[in-house]
């Protein structure tokens, strides 16, 4: 502190900034190894397919290459993990590289660059507050100004106090939060109290403000961390649920009533690829806040899968370009807590539930019979799972809506009623995943999809009985006009 003359509370804020990008990091790293393995796994089953299918092609040379690099990565990780290395690059390590090749980067020289380089690494810098100090921070104290705006009072390092020991910032707005902050600055106050020793003493309470600004190209930002107190939950799970299904491209939505019968689906666009992070995050909150919206409503609450994206990543070596793509743009992780923070502002409950087979159980028991789409099946699913329903087979034949209009059909196992019903759905699925193949091979999602019989069981849930009435067997003698009016 003394070097560089700077207060306590000042290096208490740059220490807890630090020492929790750090615990990030080390918490992640487990997360990265394990999802680099499988990655290295999935690669190495593609590579050995293309060697038998297109030995000396250039897409088996691609995949040896992305396969080297997987396992270059994997043993980088591990070796930081053994030797408990922490790699922290203030300014982007991208912007560090560009000191390489400075024409390629559009600098005329070194000096140009490290101005760059500088100005990012003093982009930002964090004021930490606490509960028992004035206005929840020592450092910057915030004041509702006549006009509705927020003043804050900045307090200087020791090594800039020639021009004053605070800096005054004045006509302060946040198009976010405002009432929490309003509502957390006027609970700060002096009580009286007792020490320890039974001394009389004072004592400031209240809630805790951090501060944390940002430059950008356009100015300074300012972000206001505040405890928010929890909302009176308005939703009920004896009126229902809506189950929600994270996909690359969109939400899907499906409400129900207190019975688990469906009551409405909807679509929420999400399309994240091609967007900047702040476009991406604007999309994102504008579809966590439409749900909570509908939810709050509602008065039900909202389920969500626990999922992890690890796996679907992981078998991006096979995936078509396209939905590689949309797969690797999609934050998944963002998208659920966006949903938990829009849900619990609003007084919404969130329920998560294992998602085993909800896309299975949605395809198959839902989707035809109801009309409606995969993805909005597994919502109907994840619904009824979070009000801990029923998920018996509800149809006679395997018949899954496919993405050309079509559809495809399949037999169904026998259950063993002895045996967990996901057990069931695990055979299910490997013949879903099978009469897909088919599908694809045959070329029939290429093609215009046929027309559905009209006595197909799988156009409305209501099946024809194969029963016969008692005495159907027995001649019947009636004329011909008589025969309708025969009640059966």
């Known amino acids: 502190m003394p070097k560089f003359d700077i207060t306590a509370r000042q290096f208490n804020a740059m220490r807890i900034g630090l020492e929790g990008k750090i615990d990030a990091i080390k918490e992640r790293r487990p997360e990265l190894i394990a999802e680099a393995e499988k990655r290295i796994r999935k ?60 024409q390629a980067n559009g600098y005329a020289d070194h000096e140009e660059w490290k101005a760059d380089w500088s100005r990012a690494r003093a ?70 109290t007792q020490t320890k020793d039974g001394k009389p003493t004072v004592k400031r309470i209240g809630t805790a403000l951090s501060y944390r600004f940002v430059r950008d190209d356009k100015g300074w930002r300012i972000f206001v961390s505040v405890e928010v107190r929890p909302v009176e939950q308005v939703s009920r799970q004896e009126l229902g649920a809506i189950g929600v299904d994270l996909n690359a491209d969109h939400l899907a939505v499906a409400e129900t009533d207190r019975f688990g019968n469906l009551i409405g689906t909807r679509r929420i666009d999400l399309i994240t690829y091609g967007k900047t992070q702040d476009q991406a995050k604007a999309l994102i909150g504008d579809a966590a806040v439409a749900l909570a919206a509908q939810a709050q409503a509602a008065g039900k609450p909202i389920v969500l899968e626990t999922l992890n994206f690890q796996k679907k990543k992981a078998e991006l070596e096979t995936t078509d370009p396209k939905q590689a793509r949309l797969l ?49 099946g597994a919502a109907y699913a994840i619904a009824r799972r979070g009000l801990g329903l029923s998920e018996r087979l509800t149809v006679q034949m395997g018949l899954v809506p496919a993405r050309n209009g079509g559809h495809v059909t399949f037999d169904l196992p026998a259950r063993n009623r002895s045996k967990h019903v996901w057990s069931f759905w695990s055979k299910v699925r490997t013949k879903l995943k099978a009469a897909h193949v088919a599908h694809f091979r045959c070329g029939a999602h290429k093609t215009a999809p046929p027309p559905l019989p009209l006595a197909s069981p799988g156009v409305c849930p209501i099946w024809n009985s194969t029963a016969r009435s008692r005495g159907a067997n027995r001649s019947q003698n009636c004329s011909g006009n008589v025969w309708p009016d025969v009640p059966f």
């Open 43 to 102: 690669a190495a089953k593609v590579v050995a397919k293309l060697e038998t299918k297109a030995p000396g092609s250039n897409k088996l040379h691609q995949k040896k290459r992305r396969l080297a690099t997987l396992q270059n990565r994997l043993a980088a990780l591990k070796a930081d993990q053994e030797a408990g290395t922490v790699r922290i690059c203030f300014g982007s390590k991208k912007l560090f590289h560009a000191q390489f090749d400075l």
């Open 123 to 192: 982009s930002q810098f964090f004021v930490l507050g606490s509960q028992d100090e004035t206005a929840g921070c020592q450092s910057c104290q915030a004041t509702l100004a006549q006009d509705g705006t927020l003043s804050l009072q900045l307090r200087l390092p020791n090594a800039m106090v020639t021009s004053g020991k605070y800096l005054n910032i004045t006509g302060v707005c946040f198009a976010y939060g405002y009432a929490q902050i309003k509502a957390a600055l006027a609970t700060s106050q002096r009580i009286h």
């Open 328 to 376: 690797s743009s999609f934050a998944c992780n963002k998208v659920a807590s966006s949903i938990k923070a829009a849900a619990f502002r609003a007084g919404v409950e969130i329920i998560e539930v294992n998602p085993a087979y909800t896309s299975v159980i949605g395809a198959v028991n839902y989707a035809q019979a109801k009309g409606i789409s995969v993805h909005q």
